[in-house]
């Protein structure tokens, strides 16, 4: 069974908080080699939300919602490789939307995933850049209304 939550950080349990960073370091560390300090002190921020998606009872995706005062900034959005391909990313993606009422909400997109950023509201808003050598491109979605 699927399940998704988004929970403030001191609402993770131990297991939930390892796995997550397991998962986060599996993939941006390892699979994406991109040796850089994942753990950046924003985790535990008090308007922080961990968008966790299980199914049964493993993470299998994540992304991590930022209160940056006038904005939103939705991050560290990744998937366990067994998960792709189902419209799982919808999933976390719609979760943490649901979080990030009445401002903008803005993303460093990987730039091949633009076009799927775009197919939920986001909006090119800058150059392409280079993080640890991976093409992004910053990207904007404003409030409905």
């Given at each position: 069974m699927i399940?998704?939550?988004?929970?403030?950080?001191?609402?993770?349990?131990?297991?939930?908080?390892?796995?997550?960073?397991?998962?986060?370091?599996?993939?941006?560390?390892?699979?994406?080699?991109?040796?850089?300090?994942?753990?950046?002190?924003r985790d535990p921020e008090d308007g922080t939300r961990h968008v966790v998606l299980r199914e049964d009872d493993l993470v299998i995706g994540y992304a991590r919602v930022l209160d940056d005062a006038t904005v939103w900034r939705i991050g560290r959005v990744v998937l366990a490789p067994a998960a792709r391909?189902?419209?799982?990313?919808?999933?976390?993606?719609?979760?943490?939307?649901?979080?990030?009422?009445?401002?903008?909400?803005?993303?460093?997109a990987q730039t091949p995933l633009a076009?799927?950023?775009?197919?939920?509201?986001?909006?090119?808003?800058g150059e392409e850049f280079l993080d640890d050598g991976?093409?992004?491109?910053?990207?904007?979605?404003r409030p409905a209304g």
């Open positions: 399940t998704v939550t988004a929970l403030p950080f001191g609402a993770l349990d131990a297991a939930t908080s390892y796995a997550v960073w397991k998962l986060r370091q599996d993939v941006f560390v390892v699979e994406q080699q991109c040796p850089y300090g994942d753990l950046d002190g391909g189902r419209g799982l990313a919808d999933v976390v993606m719609d979760t943490a939307l649901q979080v990030c009422p009445d401002r903008d909400v803005v993303i460093d076009d799927w950023y775009t197919g939920l509201g986001f909006t090119v808003d991976i093409p992004h491109l910053p990207m904007r979605r």
